[in-house]
């Protein structure tokens, strides 16, 4: 073969790897692959219960590079991608996850719930992301992702365990899965410890913080799963805003009472009327210094003792709730209003106003 040939031979060869090399084999199971990614089974519909699936990485011998999910979601606590022995679930995928040629990756989901799945595709060269964590001791592991699991996790951890994990960027981790054995087993950031299904949500970890893992001799759980915070999942809200919020509501609250108090309540009502009965005498009968009258009246904006004209008396009257015509009350004359008065005295001689 020509110098020629050979050329052209190397050429479709680099082609073919550059624009369509197959770097995954489907073994088994219902995944799908293309030339750079696979993808869960029916994707991007939700997969099924009991799936599975197996694949190999295909490299030629000149090529490196990593894999990252364009989209992933799993059951968090039950459905696995599992790349080499890493596992991804729920919303943390393989992030510039370095493959190596001959890596088996996995797909198992479980008997409840399912989820749209993933997309993976697979990049040259080496991984970009840089690593947050370094296992110092013990069986802890940290993935691509920089995502920080226990021993055995998802499996159950072992009695005796124990591990160090060193911080060596600055990270904010999100919790993804938390149960130990309480008050037994515990994982510690910076030496405050958590235990049973109690962790915090959100960890914000400085370069030279420290990850702990330690339990006892009895009783074992799945552990734990905490990957790096994205800000589009971060619900957190900090004390402070919250403090805020309440006290904009309440304070809104109080305003309000306040506006319904003075211009929403009904005004209070009247005093009742005050006014003055005129009254004439019809017949009296005198005893003494007083004499007595059957009367009538009509009303006049006073006070309440008239004098009656007629007969030079001063006669002193009450209001009444009555407006009955017996002897010793005024008697209804006019309408409206019905206000009646009753008779105390009068007195003769001369006419005047107490």
Known sequence: MGVSSLNFLFFVLSFQVASGYDYFTLNSG????????????????????????????NLPSSVSGSVTADAFATESCCDFLTIDGTSYSGTSGPSSRQVQDGDTITFTSDSFVTN?????????????????????????TVDGSNCVYSPNYPSSYNNNDYCEIEVLVETKL????FYTESSFDYLSFNGVSYSGTSAPKYVQLEEGDEITFDSDGSVVYS?????????????????????????????????????GKFMCAPPPPPPPPSRNVQLTSTTTTTTGNVAQATVTRSEVPMAVVTTIPSNNMTVNVVPSNTNTGQHGQANQSTEPPIITASVVS?????????
């Open 30 to 57: 219902s995944c799908t692959v293309s030339s750079s990614c696979f993808y869960s089974p029916n994707y991007a519909s939700n997969y099924n219960n009991g799936d599975s699936c197996s694949i190999t990485v």
């Open 174 to 177: 999100e919790r993804q899965y």
């Open 116 to 140: 749209s799945g993933f997309s993976v595709c697979f990049a040259e060269g080496d991984a970009t992301d840089s690593t947050s964590f370094e296992v110092l001791t013990g069986a802890c």
């Open 346 to 354: 009068i007195t003769p001689a001369r006419a005047y106003d107490l």
């Open 223 to 259: 552990g734990f799963k905490y990957c790096p915070a994205h800000s589009s999942n971060d619900s957190s809200i900090s004390g402070a805003t919250i403090g805020i919020i309440i006290g904009a509501v309440l304070g809104g609250l109080c305003i309000i009472c306040l506006i």
